[in-house]
């Protein structure tokens, strides 16, 4: 039998991150579990993407608040976290004729919470990706500090700082239910019979959060969406390229280490519904063909590309497509899940808007409220969406 002022179950990054979070904010007294080890299931599936291009403000400032950490790892995690996997390419974002007042309101709202971003011309943009046609594009949106990471890498940061700071991490051990005395939460019921006994309990299980809440009659929208990634053989050396985010062809790409292209799809119009124990782990082949017809079109300078590999994860998706990170109506009990594609880039202040709840029962940083994020939002009606949605892609930007 255990005891401790807060239980986390999930060792995903939302999970690490919220035990560092809290261990900064002097509660250490915290037990983490994960029923396999840190940052094993969908964490280690992200594409990493780091971009602080969001209608919503509140999601803005959230990717603004990610990107201080990710640019001075050691400041914010310690001095065994020399290298979390940023490499800061930059990220450029292209839309059509249609998505031009709606880009530049965009800018112009993250800018207000402290985003440098900013409008730039398709010349600026040839320089830095020569082998793309650019002609379709109306307009160009510039964030000179994003570009990508490695979601393993920061969560294992993360769950090291927390566990220096006097945070317990029992991997291998998997939550089974909570416990309850009446409408408060007394503790958590481990597979292997333990006890661990705390008023508080955040739940950060990403996919998984749905069938776990549900018999206590908390009801996270989520719908489990499997994404794929396939990886290019550009044929030529494009060397550090910014991440090209095509809001015309719907699609995504990004340099990996060893010269490769990484693609994504952006257009979520259907997603694919999926059980998260049990899906392929590579891309279909109608996805392979979607990948050469947009990259062929968009990049005809990769004359000689070739597909050398894929893989798939899977988005714990919400209606609105935005995350909850919420007090429920079990008292003591907090969500942190359906980050549906955008987790890894707002890490940082997931796991600090937990804290704020944890320790003061609402957010810190005004940018940031609260209310935003709260699972009530769902039953209310009161969707959070961008007030600037881009035609075809509204769901991801």
Known sequence: MTTADVVIIGGGIEGAAAAWALSQRGITDVVLLERNTVASGMTGKSSGIVRCHYGVSSLAAMAAVGLEVFEKPQQFLGDQALDIGFRQTGYVVGVGPQDVDALRKSLAAQRSVGVQTEEIDVDEVARMWPWADLSPFAVFGWEPR?????????????????????????????????????????????????????????????????????????????RVVREQIVLISPGVDVGPVPVFSDLVSLQYVRPELGGEILFGNSDLSEPENADPDAYSNRATESFVDLTVERVGTRFPGFTDAAITGSYAGCYDATPDWNPVISATAIDGVLVAAGFSGHGFKIAPAVGRLIADLVVDGRSSDPRIPETDFRLSRFVDGDLLTSPHPYVGAGQMR
């Not at 909570?178 to 006890?195: E, I, K, S, W």
């Not at 990403?206 to 009801?219: C, E, K, N, R, S």
């Open 146 to 222: 994003g570009g990508y990471g490695d979601a393993y890498q920061t969560a294992q940061a993360f769950a090291v700082s927390a566990r220096a700071a006097g945070v317990r991490i029992r991997q291998g051990t998997a939550a089974t239910e909570l416990v309850l005395d009446g409408d408060r939460v007394t503790g958590v019921r481990t597979a292997d019979g333990d006890m661990v006994w705390a008023r508080t309990v955040v739940v950060a299980t990403g996919v998984w959060t749905q069938p776990f809440l549900a018999p206590y009659g908390i009801d996270v929208p989520i």
